[in-house]
């Protein structure tokens, strides 16, 4: 899991594969990724749902999942495609995919071109071990950028994930 945050800004989350089936190598060129992802903060929202998921990122930060939800659950019924998936990245600052999937399914079915709507689903994909569901939303959010370095770390991503699909399927 990958995350940023700063005053002001929304937090922005990704769940990426880390050398699922690396093989064993010396030296800390093992514990890098051949990528890099790419975080990007938003401006807050203005009015009352904005502060709501302000509130909801203070509480995921300090480890009040619960009063995080509860925020979250005001939101669920948005059709802003921007709120949909502040509140999914901030479940996934829980480190909670089940309840952001919902959010970013969501915002995926009022703007199927939402990168990170698309990507929102590849994170919490791969955090259920759902490794064919995460490759092919991760396919669908490079599909949706034109910036080579996303579309660059997405790629690298599909690689590991059809990786480990390949070790996987073949153990048993």
Same mark, same amino acid.
């Given at each position: 899991m990958f995350d940023a945050s700063a005053p002001g800004l929304l937090p922005d989350a990704i769940a990426l594969p880390f050398n699922l089936v690396a093989p064993p190598s010396k030296g800390?060129?093992?514990?890098?990724p051949s990528w890099h992802p790419i975080l990007r903060l938003q401006p807050l929202p203005s009015g009352e749902?904005?502060?709501?998921?302000?509130? +909801? +990122?203070?509480a995921a930060r300090t480890q009040r999942p619960e009063r995080a =939800?509860?925020?979250? +659950?005001?939101?669920q019924d948005t059709?802003?495609?921007e709120i949909l998936t502040a509140a999914g990245t901030i479940c996934l600052l829980m480190r909670d995919a089940t309840v952001a999937r919902p959010f970013f399914r969501r915002a995926?079915?009022?703007d199927p071109k939402s990168f990170r709507a698309a990507l929102g689903m590849g994170s919490?994909?791969?955090?259920?071990?759902? =490794?064919d569901t995460a490759a092919r939303a991760f396919g669908e959010a490079r599909s949706l950028t034109k910036d080579k370095d996303e579309r660059g770390y997405l790629s690298a991503a599909i690689v590991?994930?059809?990786?480990?699909?390949f070790v996987m399927k073949g153990t048993y």
């Open positions: 800390i060129d093992r514990l890098v749902m904005g502060q709501m998921l302000v509130d +909801a +990122a203070i =939800v509860e925020l979250l +659950a005001l939101l059709r802003d495609v995926l079915e009022r919490t994909a791969l955090m259920q071990r759902d =490794v590991e994930l059809n990786k480990a699909h």
